[in-house]
């Protein structure tokens, strides 16, 4: 069941909040859709890519263990044509291995060959001689060796409140790995055009100009000469921003050295032991509050392992830090963070991106403060929520969209949380064999946007023009990997535009096509680059009409509405029909806009003080669960869910992005685990790596709130990453309300609740 | 990118050339039914095949039907989702319906069979990896090698059974046929397995399973039965252990006869003896049961070979063995089932 709280249709609007088909359902829905491995492409070869089997050691060589296979081609590091670093924040990602391997898995050559059956049997003939070296897996021990990154940020000084303050409660929490398992694997193809020096890669990829960059990057080429183009992408999470670059430049290597097309699809196995993961995190929490739980000082300590290499773990903390006091008033804050290097492969971008992370660990942290005050989570949260006018731990003032009490408001009134939840704590020690039920709340926020001056820096720019047919062909870079841009852009565009779905096209990202609107990640898409096509489509539709009302002064001005050009007089032409004349008498209408910050305070890097975001989105969950007294397997059985998304565009989608976030915010909380032993994966597939199904998710009941951003495309947030940060804290909180076991520590699987359960009879 | 290894494909029509073939060809012959087991072990080279003989161009190897003693007859190349939705089967022996509807996910259950289900490669977490992580770490002796990972010392390989069918048609007192050139024979279900993870099975390898046969003795007018099955996602996954339990009740209510059979703990299903003795003669109490319960765990004894870790199997397995025991006799099972499974008995 699904509630729309304050989201009804304003009257004036004709797209944006209504939901639509999307326009590539159908060919989703029915197998027609072309990924990455279904495109057919004339003469294609396959490449594989050999990877190290240890996970720290001296490269002594790589090369064919006989003679070549025939046809079959190898390419090392030795071949690389520029500098051996994927283009990302400090480019030490190697492409290929050179002179160490630093994890399991990390690609050492490449082959290519005919068939795929040719080029696997390739693969097995390539002998990588490795002297092992002693590998860091563990953060204590990775804390001895130097940090790939560190950051700092804070507001007052909370040491001297925490010495003199009456109450202070510390505690460390933990969460882990987290693989994407989006349906799609990873692939690309690369070919080169005979004429020159010039390439073209297709494939699943969030990132069209990420994987533009790097390719200029790796091949020395100029822009022009490399060509990007995104398949349809079978999902994402962050795993296809950083990640496709390397398998983009992979397989570019291997089409130049065979001068053929070549293409690189990893199976499963593959993509989970070689992409990247969510960072594990180990986060210190110390503060001190007033005898009502209110915060007086807060001190973060955030330690986040990057793995073997940076490729964005700088970025990743650095949200981390900006989210690590939750959405909650704290006169002092300091914290810190770094990323540590153990030799497992590197983490990367993943929904979230570093603040579920610090969500758990400050919502673990508020209950911790609950129970040392007996103060329930409601009451201790709606102290502490964040209003408007509040300052956030970098001095940004929160904007009047804030809705962190409305959240809060939302969740409790829909499962009567106070009353049941005291009512489940009476009944911890009711323990007669049947299973017992907790509930558990989280509240938390998500900056939209690129972090700092991301968005300033970028300046990203969006089109849109006017086609022969007379239709507005809206040009961005965003990609669509199932979150439903591709229908929302539609609805803004036609919205803003004041024209139908059927004046309007959309051409697919492409490099040689679109401008580099920047990345699809970091929920910037609707509210950053929404803007743009709606202030783009909303010039260009005003010059068509202005135009027309110069030819026809008589009922001018002329507006644009439901696709016609409608005069002063009430008579109306087809858009269509007024764009195609106007291009009889103009050679072209092209209008591009570029991304204008909100005037005010900016973002200082070297301080962290100043708006790290345009705006926050909020949120608030209260998971139930069953927990067998015995076993303590836990069953997740309903959540509420209150997201606060300044305008929901699509609502049926942007509830869509809500349920699916929260259970795969759940599935990290309870289930999934990378297991390694000496770095090597131990569940590398998917009868092992354990995610839900639809079968074991909870029961979802999303009520969306709206309080409009005025710089969003009709006072939209992006909210692709906010449903990410709650589940978890949630759910753990819940298993503590029922059996009054504290874990804090994710997943909560049966051992570690058995693990605490041991732990805490032994207290006794 | 994982592909099969070339190998002879033979599809025969007809059993006696079915076993011909197989007698006929080398030691590296397999037989496959519905492929679901056999084409991942090829592609990840756990097992090897220079020929593969399919069963399911057999006319008369599927289907369920009753027997003229008033059991019931299963033609090993049944797909699993068939036996399970069959309405005699949910009626007569609904804990073989239980026990089949956890056995991975609908598709796999259209396509894997029976038959199949009960010949199904054993597991081990040492041993369902890559080709790559079994050679970098040497292989372990299922897979080649000399040594087993779990137990470095042993000279047996502990491969734990993976049928989430055969504990629950064991305590059915089931009995399989084999067919061979040689004539057939029909035995105890339990008689097909034996005690090791590489030749876990007992049949003989010219021997091609064709039928499973129910008595009538052991359908839900006769006995109760139940089967519980511990995994870590409730809806698709391997059992980390099961139980499978069937009591013979006389007119008095007490126990005549019963079986009760752990799977995932052993290389072969393996049944819970002391349990059962303390069973027999008995009027079965609350207090009975947890006592029967304790006997069956110690027979369950897991080894680091699978998901969770061991020590919280050890000590979850009791509870999963009571509550088979009680929500056989109509009992609450005291235990939490997946979402989907809510208050699920075991006609439901």
């Known amino acids: 069941m699904y509630r729309w709280g304050g989201c009804s249709k304003l009257a004036e609007l004709t797209y944006i909040g209504t939901s639509p088909p999307r326009p590539d359902g159908p060919a989703k829905a029915s197998g027609l859709s072309q990924y990455a491995d279904d495109v057919a492409v004339a003469g294609l070869w396959f490449g594989e890519t050999v990877r190290s089997p240890v996970a720290h050691g001296r490269l002594r060589s790589v090369g064919w263990r006989r003679a070549a296979p025939p046809g079959a081609v190898l390419v090392t590091a030795a071949d690389l044509p520029g500098p051996n670093g994927v283009q990302l924040i400090d480019d030490g990602w190697p492409i290929l291995a050179e002179g160490t391997v630093e994890h399991v898995g990390q690609a050492v050559a490449l082959v290519a060959a005919p068939s795929r059956r040719a080029a696997v049997l390739a693969a097995a003939e390539v002998e990588v001689d490795i002297e092992e070296l002693p590998p860091v897996f563990d953060l204590s021990e990775a804390r001895r060796q130097p940090s790939l990154y560190e950051l700092e940020l804070g507001l007052g000084d909370p040491e001297a409140v925490l010495d003199q303050a009456e109450t202070v409660v510390e505690g460390e929490y933990r969460t882990g790995h987290q693989e994407h398992i989006y349906i799609e694997c990873q692939g690309m193809t690369a070919r080169w055009h005979p004429s020159g020096p010039r390439v073209e890669v297709s494939g699943s990829m969030q990132c069209p100009y990420y994987v533009h960059k790097s390719m200029v990057h790796a091949f020395g080429l100029p822009e022009e000469a490399v060509r990007v183009r995104a398949d349809a992408i079978g999902g994402g999470f962050g795993g296809k921003e950083d990640y496709p670059s390397l398998i983009a430049i992979h397989a570019a290597l291997l089409a130049r050295a065979v001068e053929r097309p070549v293409r690189i699809v990893y199976d499963r196995q593959q993509d989970i032991i070689g992409t990247t993961k969510r960072h594990p995190a180990t986060m210190r929490y110390r503060s001190a509050v007033d005898a009502e739980g209110r915060l007086l000082a807060l001190d973060v300590l955030v330690e986040l392992d990057g793995g073997a290499f940076t490729t964005l773990s700088k970025v990743v903390l650095s949200r981390a830090l900006l989210h690590a006091a939750g959405p909650y008033r704290c006169p002092e804050v300091r914290v810190r963070g770094r990323v540590l290097r153990t030799h497992t492969a590197p983490n990367g971008a993943f929904r979230g991106f570093g603040a579920p992370q610090v969500a758990f660990g400050i919502e673990r942290h508020m209950d911790a403060i609950g129970r040392r005050l007996g103060i329930d989570p409601l009451t201790l949260r709606q102290r502490n929520a964040l209003v408007p006018g509040d300052r956030l731990p970098t001095g940004q003032i929160v904007d009047e969209s804030t809705s962190a009490l409305a959240c809060l408001e939302s969740v409790a009134r829909r499962t009567d949380f106070v009353t049941r939840w005291t009512e489940y704590q009476a009944a911890q020690t009711e323990t007669n064999g049947t299973p017992q039920r907790g509930l558990g709340l989280s509240l938390y926020f998500h900056g939209a946007g690129f972090t700092g001056n991301g968005e300033r820096r970028m300046n990203s720019p969006a089109s849109a023009r006017l086609t022969p047919e007379g239709r507005i062909a809206v040009l961005s870079a965003m990609t669509d990997m199932g979150q439903g841009a591709v229908i929302v852009f539609r609805q803004i565009a036609g919205e803003a535009a004041g024209v139908t779905f059927d004046d309007l096209e959309f051409p697919e990202p492409d490099t040689n096509e679109v401008p580099n609107s920047g990345p699809t990640v970091a929920s910037r898409t609707t509210m950053i680059v929404g803007q743009l096509v709606a202030r783009a489509v909303r010039e260009v539709s005003a010059q068509v009409a202005d135009w027309w009302g110069e030819q026809q002064p008589a009922a001018s001005p002329y507006t644009v509405k439901d696709g016609r050009v409608v005069g002063q007089d009430g008579r109306s032409t087809p858009f269509a029909a007024v764009a195609r004349s106007y291009l009889e008498v103009h050679d072209a209408l092209e209008v591009t806009v570029r991304h204008q910050p909100a005037p005010g305070p900016v973002f200082d890097e070297t301080t962290y003080q100043g708006p790290a975001y345009p705006t926050y989105a909020w949120g608030a969950d209260i998971a139930e669960v069953e927990v067998d007294p015995d076993t303590l397997a836990v069953r997740p059985l309903r959540m509420a869910v209150a997201a606060e998304v300044g305008r929901a565009i699509h609502p049926r989608l942007c509830i869509g992005q809500i349920e699916g976030g929260t259970l795969q915010a759940v599935g990290w909380g309870l289930l999934e685990e990378i297991k390694l032993d000496q770095g090597r994966y131990l569940n590398d597939r998917l009868a092992t790596y354990i995610i839900p199904t639809a079968m074991d998710a909870p029961d979802l009941d999303v009520e969306l709130l709206e309080a409009a951003f005025p710089d969003g495309p009709f006072g939209a947030k992006g909210i692709g990453e906010l449903p990410m940060d709650g589940g978890a804290p949630a759910v753990v909180a819940a298993i503590e309300n029922a059996t009054g076991l504290v874990v804090d520590e994710i997943p909560a699987t049966p051992e570690r609740l058995f693990a605490a359960q041991m732990r805490e009879r032994s207290d006794d | ?348």
Not at chain 2, 48 to 71: F, K, P, R
Not at chain 2, 95 to 117: C, E, K, Q, V, Y
Not at chain 2, 125 to 140: A, F, G, H, M, P
Request: one cysteine or more; hydrophobic letters at 40%; a neutral charge.
């Open chain 2, 1 to 348: 990118m994982i592909r099969l290894p070339p190998f002879a494909y033979r599809r025969p029509t007809d059993l006696a050339d079915a076993a011909a073939m197989l007698a006929g060809e080398g030691p590296e012959t397999r037989l496959v039914a519905g492929g679901t087991d056999l084409w991942p072990n090829l592609k990840r080279r756990h097992q090897q095949a220079s020929t593969v003989i399919s069963l399911m161009g057999i006319q008369g190897l599927a289907g369920v039907e009753e027997t003229e003693d008033g059991g019931l007859r299963i033609g090993a190349t049944t797909p699993l989702s068939t036996v399970a939705d069959h309405p005699v089967v949910r009626w007569r022996y609904p804990g073989l319906s239980r026990a089949i509807d956890s056995i991975s996910s609908p598709p796999l259950r259209n396509m894997g069979t029976i038959g199949g289900n009960l010949c199904v490669d054993t597991r081990c977490t040492y041993y369902n990896q890559s080709e790559e992580w079994r050679r970098s770490i040497n292989y372990c002796m299922k897979a080649a090698g000399e040594i087993c990972w779990v137990a470095p010392s042993s000279p047996r390989c502990w491969a734990h059974s993976a049928s989430d069918s055969a504990p629950m048609l064991a305590a059915l007192e089931a009995e399989v046929e084999l067919v061979s050139t040689r004539g057939s024979r029909r035995i105890p279900l339990p008689q097909m397995y034996q005690d090791d993870g590489i030749e876990y099975l007992a049949k003989q390898p010219d021997e091609i399973l064709t039928t499973i046969y129910l008595p009538a003795t052991s359908d839900a007018a006769h006995c109760r039965s139940s089967f519980w099955k511990l995994r870590r996602r409730g809806s698709i996954d391997f059992a980390v252990m099961s139980t499978a339990t069937t009591l013979w009740l006389d007119g008095h209510g007490r126990v005549e006869r019963a079986a009760i059979y752990l799977g995932a703990v052993a290389s072969f299903p393996k049944p819970a003896d002391k349990a059962v003795e303390r069973l027999i003669g008995e009027i079965p109490t609350p207090e009975l049961l947890d006592q029967v319960s304790e006997l069956a765990r110690r027979k369950a004894t897991p080894m680091d070979n699978t998901d969770f870790q061991a020590q919280w199997r050890k000590a979850v397995a009791g509870k999963y063995i009571r509550a088979a025991l009680r929500e056989a006799l109509g009992m609450d099972p005291e235990l939490l089932a997946p979402k989907h499974q809510a208050g699920g008995t075991p006609t439901s």
